[in-house]
C-alpha cells in the first residue's frame, strides 16, 4: 500500500508491530487472506520471489494468490497493483478525490509536454530519452527529471547501445495516479498516434546524458 494509506512497516525482526508474531505463514502455505495481509503491512512494493521466499511455496502458488485476491478486490476500496514482478496494494481510482481531500490537496496538475512525454514513457518503456525527444522533436531532460522528482517516471537500467544511456519507464505511483492495476489496462491508441510513437527507433547511436 502506498505510504499514506499503510497499516504500517513490515518489521525486519519478524514481529508485529506490537511486538506478537508476524502474518501466521507457515512454509508450504499461502492463502489468499496471508497474502492481502502481508501486502497491507508491507512499506514497499514486494516481488513475486519474495513473496514465495517468505511463505515457502513456489511461483505458481504466489501467481494463483495474486490472482484470487484481485478478483476479491475488483469492488472494494483498495486494489492489488502490479508492475512487472512487484506487487502493491492501493486505494481504488473511485475514491481518488476522497482520498485527495483527506491527505489535504489534490495531486498536482500535469503541464501538456508533461503528459505526453509521460504518455511516450508508458507505451514505449523502456526507452532512452534520445528516443522521447525523436518522437517529440523537442529537449526533455526538464521534462522527464519532473516527472522523475514526481515518482511518475523510474530508472529501469541501462542500455546495451553504445554510451549505455538510462532506460525509463513507469513505477507504482503512474498506475496509481491514473488508476490503473497493470499496464495492460493502457488505453488502445488511435492508428496515427501509434504510428508516430512507435516508428521512431530505440536506439540511433550514442546519445549523452
Given at each position: 500500500?502506498?505510504?499514506?494509506?499503510?497499516?504500517?512497516?513490515?518489521?525486519?525482526?519478524?514481529?508485529?508491530?506490537?511486538?506478537?508474531?508476524?502474518?501466521?505463514?507457515?512454509?508450504?502455505?499461502?492463502?489468499?487472506?496471508?497474502?492481502?495481509?502481508?501486502?497491507?503491512?508491507?512499506?514497499?512494493?514486494?516481488?513475486?520471489?519474495?513473496?514465495?521466499?517468505?511463505?515457502?511455496?513456489?511461483?505458481?502458488?504466489?501467481?494463483?494468490?495474486?490472482?484470487?485476491?484481485?478478483?476479491?478486490?475488483?469492488?472494494?476500496?483498495?486494489?492489488?497493483?502490479?508492475?512487472?514482478?512487484?506487487?502493491?496494494?492501493?486505494?481504488?481510482?473511485?475514491?481518488?478525490?476522497?482520498?485527495?481531500?483527506?491527505?489535504?490537496a489534490d495531486a498536482p496538475r500535469l503541464s501538456m509536454?508533461?503528459?505526453?512525454?509521460?504518455?511516450?514513457?508508458?507505451?514505449?518503456?523502456?526507452?532512452?530519452?534520445?528516443?522521447?525527444?525523436?518522437?517529440?522533436?523537442?529537449?526533455?531532460?526538464?521534462?522527464?527529471?519532473?516527472?522523475?522528482?514526481?515518482?511518475?517516471?523510474?530508472?529501469?537500467?541501462?542500455?546495451?547501445?553504445?554510451?549505455?544511456?538510462?532506460?525509463?519507464?513507469?513505477?507504482?505511483?503512474?498506475?496509481?495516479?491514473?488508476?490503473?492495476?497493470?499496464?495492460?489496462?493502457?488505453?488502445?491508441?488511435?492508428?496515427?498516434?501509434?504510428?508516430?510513437?512507435?516508428?521512431?527507433?530505440?536506439?540511433?547511436?550514442?546519445?549523452?546524458?
Amino acid at each position: 500500500m502506498s505510504p499514506e494509506f499503510q497499516g504500517g512497516a513490515l518489521p525486519e525482526d519478524g514481529l508485529g508491530s506490537a511486538g506478537g508474531p508476524a502474518v501466521d505463514a507457515g512454509p508450504g502455505e499461502l492463502t489468499e487472506t496471508q497474502l492481502e495481509a502481508l501486502l497491507f503491512v508491507a512499506e514497499r512494493p514486494l516481488t513475486r520471489a519474495e513473496i514465495a521466499g517468505l511463505a515457502g511455496v513456489d511461483r505458481e502458488t504466489v501467481d494463483g494468490r495474486i490472482g484470487d485476491l484481485q478478483v476479491s478486490l475488483a469492488e472494494r476500496g483498495i486494489r492489488l497493483v502490479e508492475s512487472g514482478e512487484r506487487v502493491e496494494m492501493a486505494t481504488s481510482p473511485e475514491a481518488g478525490r476522497l482520498i485527495a481531500r483527506y491527505v489535504g490537496a489534490d495531486a498536482p496538475r500535469l503541464s501538456m509536454p508533461s503528459l505526453e512525454t509521460l504518455a511516450i514513457v508508458a507505451y514505449r518503456q523502456p526507452c532512452t530519452r534520445a528516443t522521447i525527444e525523436r518522437i517529440r522533436g523537442v529537449d526533455s531532460d526538464y521534462t522527464l527529471r519532473t516527472l522523475m522528482h514526481r515518482r511518475l517516471v523510474v530508472e529501469l537500467g541501462r542500455s546495451e547501445a553504445p554510451g549505455r544511456p538510462i532506460l525509463f519507464g513507469t513505477g507504482f505511483d503512474f498506475l496509481e495516479r491514473f488508476g490503473l492495476t497493470s499496464l495492460d489496462g493502457l488505453p488502445v491508441l488511435e492508428a496515427p498516434v501509434a504510428e508516430r510513437l512507435f516508428t521512431a527507433p530505440d536506439e540511433a547511436g550514442p546519445e549523452s546524458e
